[in-house]
């Protein structure tokens, strides 16, 4: 295992930053994954780490040993990448077997490292077939073996799961992080999948206009954004402008009969003492649609509608301003449909103030 360290780094191509002044720490055992679309620079940053790429400035850190300038061969790190890149010639074992093999580990002790290896990833019994002859899920977990099997420092998975089909990736997702988990092993996942990284990282780190926005676990990125990039990009949401007085936070929100939504500042993570102009969140799943006009209801009218098997996700229309709603399928709850008139109960402590600014720094 190891703890990885990057300090003040700054990458461009031709004069166009990709990573400025990244610091992050990624500790040691740690499941980490980089997010964001595609683009802002996630594989940029793994190939670094890698050492297939140098930086204009700052410094790489293995286990406190400075590697920014070391060729790749002497990092000690498992690679795994989108396409698998097995070697469509060897067969499952050749394949596994390539990585000793230019470690000039001793003959006589490679197959019982490949029968482990493979063994690991649940594929003893493949070991004499050819790559064509395997699924994708089967060809991914071969790479993942390879990767494993040079007993690396450090797992680099380069957005592995994204030639797969949607529930293939679901069961992935389970075996790698089983995986990751039973060895150990610090683990670096590249992807541009919220939901992937969400469901399998004790931390999530998300990149965009060449900055770490934010650095979190799953919960505090998803339920506490640090500003507007994170917020808009990890799941559905709502923004809401909204005006601060006295401690009281007046949204530009009004229902049909012409109510205004107020909240106390106090009671609004991140506000603070606000004053002003202030922009709010919250999540699709905390506008809740009841069957009574209460005191706390708003009124309007359901314009958009989608179904999702297990749940219904739509628009609400207010004398001003819109809001998505989510909604598990309750058998219990009447259905509801595009036009109908609604009551919603809006989750007031669900709230979180957004701010418009990238971190500066970003670790442990």
Known sequence: MAKIVFEHLDYAYAKKNVLTDVNLTINDGEFFSLLGPSGVG???????LAGFLSPQRGSIFIDDKDVTRLPP????????FQNYALFPNLTVAGNVAYGLKIAKTPRAEIPQKVTDALALVKLGQYAERMPRELSGGQQQRVAIARALVVEPRVLLLDEPLSNLDAKLRKEMRIVIRELQQRVGITTLLVTHDQSEALSISDRIGVLGDAHLQQVGTPTEVYDQPQNQYVANFIGSTNFITSDAHNGQLNL???????????????????TGAVAGETTLMIRPENIHLMKEAT???????????????????????FATGQLTFYRLVDQALPPV????????????????????????????
């Open 42 to 48: 996630k594989s940029t940053l793994l190939n670094l």
């Open 295 to 317: 005191d706390a209801t708003f009124s309007g009218t359901i314009t958009e509608l989608e179904y999702l098997g297990n749940a219904v996700q739509g628009r609400i229309q």
């Open 252 to 270: 530009a929100l009004k229902d049909d009969t012409g109510k205004q939504l107020t909240l106390a500042a106090a009671a609004v993570a991140g």
């Open 337 to 364: 449909h595009a036009g109908d008139a609604v009551n919603v109960l809006v989750d007031e402590t669900a709230f979180v103030a957004i701010h418009h600014h990238h971190l500066k720094e970003a670790g442990a």
């Open 73 to 80: 061969n002497k990092r000690r790190l498992g690679l795994v």
